[in-house]
């Protein structure tokens, strides 16, 4: 008998154990898909959208036309060699004033914007440097935006006692200290810009919120439960076990190979089996009472959640089940 009753209640703690890593690894609460019109700050996206660059040629005073298509070669390759998205202009589609020149006014690159699809421009200035004289060039290449119209961010090229391949190098290598700035500036104003829109009045609509909005996600409240309940529960059904164990032994006789009714040495398990089964069932209701009842953590279950208390009279449970 006695060690049935040693198994029973290994068995109710091992059983206790398990329930209570099971509510380790499965907390309760999911987030809920929702289209709720509560004030919702949208998520700004981590980066700029991709800009579209066309390269607009390079506006030349005094200078031959083969350094010219030299420096205006290493500016293409350096913009191709960039994760920019480049929009390529045949030279004879280049809008052109009516000096020949290239056109950077509003109404021409408005124009290429409509006809291209871009976005930026990059556009090339250079002329011989009037001190240095032969074979010296200086001159500067700008990021322009389309729309609205600004110079987002230009740099100065140089080139002394420069030849048509050395020009060439050059303009690749201004060119891609050109984008490196025109990336930091954009992602500067991007910035700025979505931490204005976070800014704004929870009631207020962003100016620039589609008319289509994806469906936010609205966490539902969650359940931290505790853990001693089920420790509790289980130790509540070994006990019960236990007791329902004495309770089926009854009396045992302590006389060798005499019944309990020839025997005056007897020993009654029923008591103890009674009251190890009442206490066993009570740790389990209160174990899984608290357990199941506990209140979410945003209090809005608090008042239908038990409540433990220890006094001198022993041990008491309240709330609304």
Not at 36 to 48: C, F, L, M, N, V
Not at 57 to 67: E, K, L, P, R
Request: aromatic share 6%; proline share 7%; with cysteine.
């Amino acid at each position: 008998m006695g060690l049935r009753a040693t198994a029973l209640l290994t068995a109710g703690i091992w059983m206790a154990a398990g329930l209570a890593s099971i509510a380790r690894a499965q907390p309760d609460g999911a987030p809920a898909a929702t289209n709720s019109e509560a004030p919702h700050a949208p998520e700004a996206p981590h980066s700029p959208p991709a800009a579209h660059v066309a390269y607009l040629g390079t506006t030349a005073v005094g200078v031959d036309s083969d350094v010219v298509a030299a420096f205006e070669a290493g500016v293409e390759k350096a913009l191709a060699a960039t994760s920019i998205i480049v929009v390529h202009l045949p030279r004879d589609d280049r809008p052109r004033g009516a000096d020949g020149q290239p056109c950077v006014t509003s109404t021409c690159l408005g124009a290429l914007a409509a006809r291209a699809g871009a976005t930026h421009v990059v556009h090339g200035r250079l002329g011989l440097d009037p001190i240095q004289g032969q074979l010296a060039y200086s001159g500067s290449l700008e990021m322009v935006r389309i729309a609205p119209y600004q110079i987002v961010t230009a740099v100065p090229v140089a080139c002394d006692r420069c030849i048509a391949k050395m020009l060439k190098a050059a303009a690749e290598v201004e060119t891609s200290a050109l984008m490196g700035q025109f990336f930091d500036a954009e992602r500067r104003q991007w910035a700025a810009a979505s931490e204005a829109q976070a800014a704004e009045k929870p009631g207020e609509k962003p100016a620039n919120k589609g008319l289509l909005e994806e469906p936010k996600v609205a966490p539902t409240p969650t359940t931290v439960r505790p853990v001693w309940p089920l420790i509790l529960g289980g130790a509540g059904v070994a006990l019960l076990a236990t007791g329902i164990v004495f309770v089926a032994e009854g009396e045992k006789s302590q006389c060798p190979e005499r019944s309990a009714s020839e025997c005056k040495s007897v020993q009654d398990f029923r008591p103890w089996g009674i009251a190890l089964g009442v206490a066993g069932a009570a740790a389990t209701l209160v174990g899984g009472l608290i357990y199941f009842r506990w209140p979410s953590s945003d209090g809005s279950s608090a008042e239908a959640g038990a409540r433990v208390g220890f006094g001198p009279s022993g041990l008491s449970v309240r709330g609304t089940f």
